[in-house]
């Protein structure tokens, strides 16, 4: 089988092209393909398949030609993966499976439709806007950090660091504790810390992340939408631009009235032919 490996600011994913949905990928096949000594290794698996041809996408079929059928490396679904959204879509394009397109690409996912344009080398995505709906905490290393449950088609928790402990000294090996009857089916948790004062934005933001499915990562696009948007809450604005510095690089966020778009760059860097391990 076909693949391509692509990653959005070290959010790294294997594409799989399956045009009419006839791969049968399973999470124990993802798992292996994602394992990184074993396998190809990625932090999850984008499949290109026509949204028609998708149980999942075929709703959306109307309005998008692809659906990405995201998975992240333990073989467990997401609504939403930002980065990916972003790498899927250089992906279409450097394919010829879409056009650039003077308005907005759209891609069907899990978590509805989103639209893509090129924003000059990079690609940006616009998803819908972040929902700040709790309070909550979350258990990292004998702490209890409180932080704010935040919905962006897939579930956040963004969790500011007090000052005195910095990002660079939480131990992010193991996954952050955190309520389960609020996050039934577990949540992406970010760390943050002010960045220093920019020219061009309304804030600047440090992030890491640990993510559901995926452990800790370089990156996380839905994770900087959901940071920016408690950023903004705490400068007591409700729209404006976020610079979100992770791991991998620098994400750009706009929350706008009714949506969020996420930039920054996404590269394609291998292609070749994947002899689908045996997990
Ligand atoms: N890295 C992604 C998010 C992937 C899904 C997440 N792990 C989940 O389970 O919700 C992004 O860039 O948004």
Do not use: Q
Request: charged content about 20%; overall charge negative.
């Amino acid at each position: 089988m076909k693949f391509t490996k692509g990653h959005g600011t070290g959010n790294d994913f294997v594409i799989l092209p399956d045009p009419d949905g006839a791969l049968d990928l399973t999470p124990e096949l993802v798992a292996a393909i994602c394992d990184r000594r074993r396998g190809l290794g990625g932090d999850g698996v984008l499949r290109v398949v026509h949204a028609a041809k998708h149980p999942d996408g075929a709703a959306l079929a109307g309005e998008a030609e692809w659906f990405m059928d995201y998975w992240n490396s333990d073989g467990s679904f997401a609504e939403m993966c930002g980065n990916g959204a972003r790498v899927f879509v250089r992906y279409l394009l450097e394919t010829g499976l879409a056009t650039p397109v003077a308005d907005a690409l759209p891609v069907a996912t899990r978590a509805g439709l989103v639209r893509a344009r090129l924003d000059g080398p990079d690609i940006a995505v616009e998803m819908r806007r972040p929902r700040l709906y709790a309070a909550s905490t979350a258990a990292l290393g004998g702490l209890t950090l409180p932080g704010t449950a935040v919905d962006v088609g897939n579930p956040h928790l963004v969790c500011p660091l007090p000052a005195g402990l910095e990002l660079a000294g939480l131990d992010l090996t193991r996954a952050p504790g955190f309520d389960p009857a609020l996050f039934p089916a577990g949540v992406n948790v970010e760390f943050t810390a002010p960045g220093e004062p920019l020219d061009d934005v309304d804030g600047h933001v440090l992030m890491r992340v640990y993510e559901r499915g995926s452990a800790e990562t370089l990156s996380c696009g839905t994770g900087a939408c959901a940071v920016a948007a408690v950023a903004l809450r705490e400068s007591t604005r409700e729209v404006g631009t976020i610079a979100v510095d992770v791991p991998g690089g620098r994400l750009t966020v706009t929350v706008t009235d009714d949506s969020c778009w996420l930039s920054g760059p996404a590269l394609l860097v291998a292609t070749g032919t994947l002899t689908l391990p045996t997990p």
